[in-house]
């Protein structure tokens, strides 16, 4: 248990629709990071916060975005859902950003039909 | 640009040892992590190499090259639950993100 949670560990919705993931990060680790794995894909990191403020931006679309509240928690809001937005999204957290060791959640299976 | 190789996949026998590549060029250079991923699950820490040479940890190794751009993973004693994808990944420079390869999926047959 690497101590960071997600929810909800799988999602079905439909295309067009909204969802948000929620993440809780370690105790005391105050960054956030989010990536989305698709199918036999490797790691693609969408975006990162640091204490409540973004801090880097990867490959993440218009239609999504994110968030870090004052309680460290973390959510990424996906929303015009399309079929190839289904994947896992990982949500990890560290002390601090760059060069220390990130700790992934379990993960949310999102399902778009 | 940024870039990291690795293979895409590999095969090896129970018991054997494999070494997996993984190849940078990256603006600059903290430190490169391994990390390992069975499917469906979420990647968990291996290593972590700062310095050339190779660290130890029972029966994974890590080997970095900085000059070369170059580390590998090695394992050894291979079992059936080593079965996973390895995933590299870069600390590049001070844009506070891991520069991750595509993974090296590493299959195991008896």
């Known amino acids: 248990d690497s101590g960071v949670t997600q929810t909800p560990k799988h999602l079905i919705t439909a295309t067009g629709q909204r969802v948000t993931l929620r993440c809780s990060p370690r105790?005391?680790?105050?960054?956030v990071y989010w990536y989305q794995q698709s199918l036999d894909q490797g790691l693609q990191f969408l975006i990162q916060y640091y204490n409540g403020e973004e801090r880097a931006k990867g490959n993440i679309l218009e239609r999504f975005s994110a968030q870090q509240f004052p309680d460290l928690h973390s959510e990424l809001n996906l929303s015009s859902l399309e079929l190839g937005d289904s994947a896992l999204y990982f949500c990890?957290?560290?002390?601090?950003?760059?060069?220390?060791?990130?700790?992934f959640g379990p993960g949310t299976r999102l399902t778009v039909l | 640009g940024q870039n990291i190789d690795q293979p895409t996949e590999m095969t090896a026998t129970e018991g054997a040892i494999v070494q997996i590549n993984c190849t940078y060029q990256?603006?600059?250079?903290?430190?490169l992590f391994w990390y390992q991923q069975h499917a469906g699950e979420a990647p968990t820490f291996l290593s972590y190499n700062v310095l050339d040479g190779l660290e130890e940890k029972g029966r994974f190794s890590s080997f970095l090259s900085r000059s070369k751009g170059y580390s590998y993973l090695l394992l050894k004693e291979l079992q059936m639950k080593d079965s996973a994808s390895y995933l590299c990944?870069?600390?590049?420079?001070?844009?506070?993100?891991?520069?991750w390869g595509a993974g090296t999926k590493l299959i195991i047959k008896p």
């Open positions: 990256t603006s600059g250079f903290n430190g």
């Open positions: 990890a957290s560290s002390v601090d950003g760059g060069g220390n060791e990130q700790f």
């Open positions: 105790s005391g680790d105050l960054s």
């Open positions: 990944a870069v600390d590049g420079d001070s844009n506070y993100q891991l520069i």
